[in-house]
């Protein structure tokens, strides 16, 4: 269910996804206090520290101000490592009831493309390493505006991050999981921190991921100006992610591939291209093998680029990347890369916008196009690149059109 009320239509979801981007064009820290204050206005603030209660639920508010944002207690019962530098955190409830103070406080479970406060404290300290130039190591040292938000925020180290999947520690537990990478001072801790350690977390943006694709696929919006074909359904989803942006794409895989709804029925095809700078960075491939495995009536296959040895999916040029990556797999060979096709790209802010960019100029219509960078916003689209992403799909769209037209789809299909 969305953070956003009951069903949305397709518009409104739409117009919250672009609003809740714009507020992420803003640093952490201003992030919350916009975004957090619509949420919980009207509530009086009492501050417990979960470190000596776990099981605590915390009203915040700003200093002498008005409360801010409500926070729930949890437990952080494992940090895994699924690849070099990525870590899975499973995150459980603390308190079963949930909630503090009021209706809103109560829990309510998570899906995977929902974004999230999430707090820790810091330990008390790391052991001084340096890196290969002999500064201290952004690891181990926070910068001062970490500090900065760290004192604003009675102690607590706090960032944006994303649901991977709405569950906890086990498929049965209150809870969630995000799929962390190390970067810096607080991803470190994160990922570092023993099981049993107490955090906070709290507030509840964007839509979720499915959500979004399912409300888009039989969308007939006519304020989308970008759409000349609104009513085509959606046939097959194209997932791009770059680093641990594969996290949220797994999480809604396995949904979408669960869901009985009759838009998710027409969808015969989900490919996920995953990038990588190395291939020991790999993250999560383990998972993904195994939903390739998953007998559903959704195809589903997955594709690593790994960044160091082949350069990034737009840099070698439309064929390539209309060849070895956007094209349909031949059981769903009929469906247009502009017109029937959903594609969420998330991850690294210039891989969101030259996507968004030339998708656009492809003419798919936006209310098909769902995003989430976690940095680099502020990233201006190669022009290059925003070139060959359009030209890859229209010609993608030509070349399955010809093939319609002349009946040689429906022998590959047969044959496959
Ligand atoms: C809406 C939103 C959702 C986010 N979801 C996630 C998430 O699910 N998982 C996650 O790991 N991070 C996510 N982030 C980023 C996260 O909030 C922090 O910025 C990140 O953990 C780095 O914090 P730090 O203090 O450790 O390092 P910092 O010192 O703040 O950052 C060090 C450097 O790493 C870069 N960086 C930040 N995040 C990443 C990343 N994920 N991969 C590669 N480089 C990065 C920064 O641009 C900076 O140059 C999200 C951010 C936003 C705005």
Request: with cysteine; hydrophobic share 35%; proline share 6%.
């Amino acid at each position: 269910m969305s953070s956003f009320g009951p069903l949305l239509r397709p518009t409104t979801a739409l117009l919250l996804t672009k609003l809740t981007s714009l507020l992420l064009l803003l640093d952490c820290s201003s992030f919350f206090s916009v975004a957090l204050v619509k949420q919980t206005a009207g509530f009086r603030s009492s501050t417990t520290d979960p470190r000596t209660n776990p099981v605590s639920r915390v009203t915040l508010s700003a200093e002498g101000g008005p409360p801010q944002y409500q926070k729930l207690g949890g437990v952080l019962r494992r940090s895994e490592c699924m690849g070099k530098g990525s870590y899975l955190l499973s995150i459980d409830v603390s308190d079963e009831e949930g909630g503090a103070v009021g209706e809103t406080s109560k829990w309510e479970a998570y899906e995977p493309g929902h974004v999230l406060a999430m707090e820790i404290q810091p330990p008390a300290s790391f052991d001084n390493s340096e890196d290969e130039t002999g500064s201290p190591s952004s690891m181990t040292t926070m910068s001062e505006k970490t500090q900065k938000d760290l004192e604003a925020n009675g102690g607590w180290l706090r960032g944006p991050y994303t649901v991977s999947r709405g569950h906890g520690s086990s498929i049965n537990q209150d809870g969630f999981q995000v799929l962390v990478k190390e970067v810096g001072y607080k991803s470190h801790v994160f990922a570092v921190s023993e099981p049993e350690t107490p955090v906070r977390f709290g507030g509840r943006f964007k839509v979720p991921i499915v959500e979004g694709i399912l409300a888009a696929a039989e969308s007939t919006d006519e304020e989308d100006k970008n759409s000349k074909h609104e009513e085509d359904p959606t046939r097959r989803v194209v997932m791009i992610a770059s680093g641990v942006g594969v996290g949220p794409c797994v999480g809604a895989i396995e949904d979408l591939m669960k869901s009985d709804s009759s838009a998710s029925s027409k969808i015969a095809y989900i490919d996920l291209i995953a990038s990588f700078r190395t291939s020991d960075e790999i993250a999560m491939g383990v998972d993904l093998d195994k939903l390739v495995e998953e007998p559903t009536s959704m195809g589903f296959r997955w594709l690593p680029v790994i960044t160091e040895e082949t350069g990034r999916l737009s840099s070698n040029g439309p064929e390539v990347l209309r060849e070895m990556y956007l094209k349909p797999a031949s059981s769903d060979a009929t469906a247009s890369p502009i017109r029937n096709t959903h594609y969420h790209i998330i991850g690294n802010g210039q891989l969101v916008n030259e996507w968004t960019a030339g998708l656009k100029m492809a003419g798919v219509p936006s209310s098909r196009v769902t995003t989430e960078a976690y940095f680099n916003h502020a990233a201006k689209p190669d022009p290059a690149a925003v070139e060959t992403i359009s030209e890859a799909v229209v010609g993608l769209d030509s070349t399955i059109s010809k093939e319609v037209t002349t009946g040689k789809v429906s022998q590959t299909a047969a044959s496959a």
